[in-house]
């Protein structure tokens, strides 16, 4: 994989920033030229089967417990975004769900396996499934983690996407960070979070450019219709690969899992007690659905 220029503060191997300690992330860091900008991402684990781990609008670090649970039997693959985490920035133009969708497809294309399963959460849904609409060959599976991969229908979907993609959030996020500090709480990411993690957490959204990147994908998110049109074409065209679902107990206030549901009746479904981020509140179970899964599949 390609290492361009970085502009992260210098470290042994020019990936890893000060802030973000081997005991935080224990994983290895590379880089994929995208557009011309730095994707960084983390490959681990063994010879077993791919699963990519897939995100928009946070960064990897949401994924870590679950991938440590995983990586002794599975290939986990994980990336920061461009705009986010240790991806290079990009321009207000390249804020949208569009350049989240050639990231995964690029790093589809170079992991070139005939069988990925996609681990999605939030609006990472949307920007991966688009990406698969053209790669549907290399699809094994879905696990879906809090997310949906549907243009936004009826009123709370489309109300929460243009109310966290306003302007006012935005910019009050910008110059606050109240979105790093509030998702890094227990009621976030935070909950099996150490004080290293939590900091680095923080971090990885710590400037301006990231914190408007992710609300500026909130808002691509109710009107990007090219990405809902290729996303739900991608669900038709992987009508025949198997799916999972994942929700927080307390978390599917928009109603996803019905869908999922409606959609594909032959999903498996599971449940975790909380909140948005499952995989942060019980990594230990959620990665043991997976597996369960996964193993009933083979």
Partial sequence: MT???TALPPSPDGLRPSWLPDAVWPFPL?????????????DTGGDGPVLLFC?????SLLWRDVIAELADRYRCVTFDPPGSGLSDRVGRGEQDLSTVRRAVGALIDELDRPEITLVLHDLGGLAALAAAHTRADRIAGIAAVNTFGWRPR???????????GSAGMRELDAFTGVLPRASSSRFGVGRHMDRPTRRAWRAGLGDRAARRTTHRLFHDAARNHVVHRD???ALALLADRPILTIFGRFGD???????WQARRPDAVQRTVARFHFPM???????????????????
């Fill in 3 to 5: 290492t361009t220029s």
């Fill in 30 to 42: 590379a880089a994929l030229d995208v557009d011309g900008r730095r994707v960084v991402l983390s």
């Fill in 55 to 59: 995100h928009a609008g946070l960064w």
């Fill in 154 to 164: 009826g009123v709370l979907l489309p109300t929460a996407l243009r109310f966290f």
């Fill in 231 to 233: 996303a739900e074409a």
């Fill in 253 to 259: 206030y928009l109603r996803f899992r019905r869908q």
């Fill in 280 to 298: 942060c509140d019980d990594p230990a179970l959620v990665a043991r659905q997976l597996d369960a899964w996964m193993t009933s599949r083979s």
